[in-house]
């Protein structure tokens, strides 16, 4: 740069000498001369370096020779060739790299489709082409919902909720079922991994499919033995103490077994995917007050039990038989689990959508509360043979209150009791035309007080 600028300097100088020992004329020309040689040799080096690009082929990995300029151009074109040896370094590391991704990504079991922010297809592999019925080199910018077109996954990607995948069946080719997930990574690109679970669903079909089928072909039998039992106590045979005692112990092993065949049953259906849930305005407060009442049946006036109605005029949308079962184990649960003179309360709108049940019973140790909704489950075996439990309660309460879209928290402390927490969703809340009550609060043996 030093160079240029001395250059133009000593030209000035020399114009200005030739101006002042000669004549103006004599300097105006020499200067414009030189000028003019500048502007041409700036223009010359233009030119070349115009086709020294034009030769330059982006799909090669070789450059074209470089000029040989003297001056500014000169140092220019050096520059120039040192940035596009590294850009064409970068360039076959960068080749190289996406090349490994792209095999790699072949080989994957999965299908992957990269899409940008908008929700448009950038890339795929081959195995989510086969998934989704997508052909990389025709539908590169079209958006994902062109293609995928299923509700679940519109509603799904509209969500913003990826935390978990979402199940469609694929059969614009073939009848596959496809676990979904979006992950998203980047400046809000998101990846969209597919995998076919065919063979898992089929097989999970299948298990349901035996489970009801044993649990129905167990039920008459079962049926036809806790009969026989009963006559058989009702007309008095017991010629010994071992006789009675025998019978008792078969009576109550035949209807804990009859128990766990309706409970499997119920479950079955409720696994269901054909089994659509039936909706209707339930009336909490009949509910919670019948839920009282079988209680107070179950307790015998062994505890002391509260019903507590904030909300009494706002009622759930939902299947009332369900909900009752679902909300039923927990309030029977209490009564099991709660020794004698134990205090129990139910309690619902102390939060708008919030049901819960508390009791003052054994309590559960912190490392069994996440898996109290597994089937067959048991903290103490022992004690649930006592209880009578069947180890299905809450598997049945979970897959309820999943398919009104409510959850379900636990808190216990071993020793002081437990409390199980409902929350229904605030689009399945109906509020009724009544008045607001005051708060009521409902013990054994006491009834509702009728409305003003």
């Known amino acids: 740069m030093g160079h240029r600028f001395l250059g133009i300097l000593l030209l000035i100088i020399v114009s200005v000498l030739l101006g002042l020992f000669f004549d103006e004329t004599a300097a105006l020309i020499f200067l414009s001369s030189m000028l003019l040689i500048m502007v041409?040799?700036?223009?010359?080096?233009?030119?070349?370096?115009?086709?020294?690009?034009?030769?330059y082929d982006p799909a090669s990995s070789a450059m074209a020779p470089v000029p040989n300029n003297f001056g500014a151009w000169g140092d220019v074109f050096v520059r120039l060739t040192r940035y596009m040896r590294r850009y064409y370094r970068n360039r076959q590391s960068l080749s190289r790299a996406l090349e490994r991704l792209q095999r790699a990504t072949s080989a994957m079991p999965d299908g992957i489709v990269i899409l940008d922010k908008i929700d448009r297809i950038e890339w795929c592999n081959p195995v989510a082409e086969q998934h989704l019925g997508l052909d990389l080199k025709m539908d590169i910018g079209q958006h994902i919902t062109h293609l995928v077109r299923q509700v679940q996954f519109v509603e799904y990607l509209s969500s913003g909720d990826f935390s978990k995948p979402v199940i469609i069946k694929q059969s614009r080719y073939q009848a596959i079922m496809l676990s979904l997930q979006l992950v998203p990574y980047g400046d809000e690109e998101k990846l969209l991994i597919s995998r076919d679970i065919t063979r898992f669903e089929k097989m999970e079909i299948m298990r349901r499919d035996f489970i009801a089928n044993v649990s129905h072909e167990l039920r008459t039998p079962l049926t036809v033995v806790n009969g026989f039992l009963e006559m058989l106590q009702d007309n008095g045979v017991k010629d010994s103490d071992m006789e009675k005692h025998a019978l008792g112990l078969m009576s109550q092993q035949s209807r804990r077994m009859q128990r766990l065949?309706?409970?499997?049953l119920t479950l079955s259906r409720l696994e269901n995917g054909q089994n659509i849930l039936r909706e209707e305005e339930v009336d909490m407060k009949e509910l919670l007050l019948n839920l009282l009442h079988e209680a107070q049946s179950l307790s015998a006036k062994r505890h002391t039990i509260t019903l507590q109605l904030k909300e009494d005029n706002m009622n759930v949308l939902g299947s009332g038989d369900e909900l009752r079962s679902a909300l039923g184990n927990l309030v029977s649960n209490a009564v099991r689990y709660t020794p004698n003179g134990g205090d129990i309360v139910l309690s619902w709108g102390e939060e708008k959508g919030l049901f819960y049940v508390r009791?003052?019973?054994?309590?559960?140790e912190p490392q069994h509360?996440?898996?109290?909704?597994?089937?067959?489950?048991?903290?103490?075996?022992?004690?649930?043979r006592e209880t009578g439990g069947t180890g299905l309660g809450l598997a049945i309460v979970k897959h309820i209150l999943n398919r009104h879209q409510a959850r379900m928290d636990i808190i216990s402390e071993l020793g002081k009791g437990s409390t199980f927490k409902v929350w229904f969703p605030l689009k399945r809340l109906q509020s009724t035309i009544q008045n607001k009550v005051p708060d009521v609060q409902l013990e054994q043996g006491q009834s509702m007080p009728p409305q003003q």
């Open 40 to 55: 041409a040799y700036h223009i010359v080096s233009l030119a070349t370096l115009d086709r020294w690009l034009q030769r």
């Open 261 to 264: 065949v309706e409970d499997l």
């Open 359 to 364: 009791d003052s019973g054994i309590g559960i």
């Open 369 to 384: 509360i996440p898996r109290l909704t597994e089937r067959f489950y048991r903290i103490d075996r022992s004690r649930s």
